[in-house]
Every structure is written in C-alpha cells, then in structure tokens.
C-alpha cells in the first residue's frame, strides 16, 4: 500500500494557473508510474496525465498544451502544472497508482468565469 497526499487546489479565474502536488510514502517511488484524475460528481472519472518511472509523459487532450507533469524523486512526489485554466477544468482532482489501489484523497480545483 501506498499513502498519496495532493495539495495545491483552490479557486482561480479563468486563465490562471495552479501547481497541483502528490506527495507519496514508499520506498520504491522511482520505479512507479504516477497518474492523475479528475471527477466532476456524477461524471465519469477521467485521466488526465500520467509519468512513468522513466519520466515519459502522456495527456489527455483535453489538457495537452496546457499541462505539465514532472516528478521529483528525491522528495517523492508527483506535479501537475496547469496553465491557461478554463471553467471546465473544474474539478476535484486525485494522484493514483491505480495497478496498486493507492488513491490521494483528492484536491478541489475551481475555476471561475
């Protein structure tokens, strides 16, 4: 089991920018690929980037260009850089490794109009 910590939500206006962060408690940190979702209550989950061990990274359209996902091994944890933000980034947003079953629990992000 893996213990995740996001930080780094809030309430921005449109076009503003947040650094989201995941903290995680493990010893095998750097071998892990990290993700991150977002939830809209009574929506679907969605993924919105994810880092391998080897620091490959993958978005979502929805996000690509908009978006940075970095790790920092030597302090285990995980980043989601969001920029330009738009009202339907609002959500609540998780770090996961989903293979294991280890889920943060979660941080608000509000974008405003």
């Known amino acids: 089991q893996v213990q995740l910590v996001e930080s780094g939500g809030g309430l921005v206006q449109a076009g503003g920018s947040l650094r989201l962060s995941c903290a995680a408690s493990?010893?095998?940190?750097?071998?892990?690929?990290i993700y991150w979702y977002r939830q809209v209550p009574g929506k679907q989950r969605e993924l919105v980037a994810y880092i391998s061990s080897g620091g490959t990274t993958t978005y979502a359209d929805s996000v690509k260009g908009r978006s940075t996902i970095s790790r920092d091994n030597a302090k285990n944890t995980v980043y989601l850089q969001m920029n330009s933000l738009k009202p339907e980034d609002t959500a609540v947003y998780y770090c996961?490794?989903?293979?294991?079953?280890?889920w943060g629990q979660g941080t608000q992000v509000t974008v405003s109009s």
């Open positions: 493990t010893r095998i940190f750097s071998i892990l690929a």
């Open positions: 996961a490794i989903p293979s294991r079953g280890s």
